[in-house]
């Protein structure tokens, strides 16, 4: 056996011993990595279950003047609760109105009895709401498109760009929604001025990566 046989074979031991090393140091990095990311879930889920979450309930006044001033128009709910399912916030909202913030003492553009359900955790990255459930019924909500094409929907205005846009991506960007016995009271200014009633029966969707699946039964004017 020759001397340089044996220096290759030495030199790759060598090689073998130190990648081992590197695996070894790769190893406990991830698995401090993985500590440190359990922790941080763990801490924010504590965060947000016991102080953050029950602050909503114990400031209505101050969450409806936030939503008021992010939607554009006038936010009052009749009352809040909150409580934790699983690993989702859960919420029961009571007597639900938005009114339009130039119109004093008008009708409600927006009025919902009760609306149930469990926010995303999308919503602390997305800064905006986005739900794991919704459900709620019995609502009635105004929709107005003007003269010149921009959208009013429960007094929320939307360009006549981007309103379908916004909306659509809005609604499939939940996970779940039920609706049942709504009523839409649509006013087209663009192409005519009379006002329309439609009846929603039942709107059930489901969100998944890359699938959605809705049912859909209403009563229209047209149909």
Sequence with gaps: MSWLYISTSLDKLRQLKIDADKVAVWKKRAKWVGFISALLF???????RFYFWPMVEKNKAAFEQLISHSIG????????????????????IKNIAIY?????NS???LSIP????????????ELQPHFHNLKFENARIHIK??????WDIAGIKLDKNSAGFTAGNWIFDQDSMQINQAEVVWLD????????HIQIES?????KWFKHKINLAFRSPWN
């Design 42 to 48: 763990i801490s924010i889920h504590l965060l947000v």
């Design 107 to 109: 009708t409600p553009l």
């Design 114 to 125: 009760e609306i149930t359900g469990n926010l995303s955790w999308e919503t602390l990255w």
């Design 73 to 92: 128009a006038d936010l009052r709910i009749g009352e809040i609760q909150t409580d934790w399912h699983v690993l989702w916030p859960a919420f029961k």
């Design 100 to 104: 339009d913030s130039k119109e004093k």
């Design 203 to 207: 709107l059930h969707l489901k969100n």
């Design 145 to 150: 498109r003007d003269a010149q094409g921009h």
């Design 189 to 196: 200014q663009y192409k005519q001025t009379s006002e329309h």
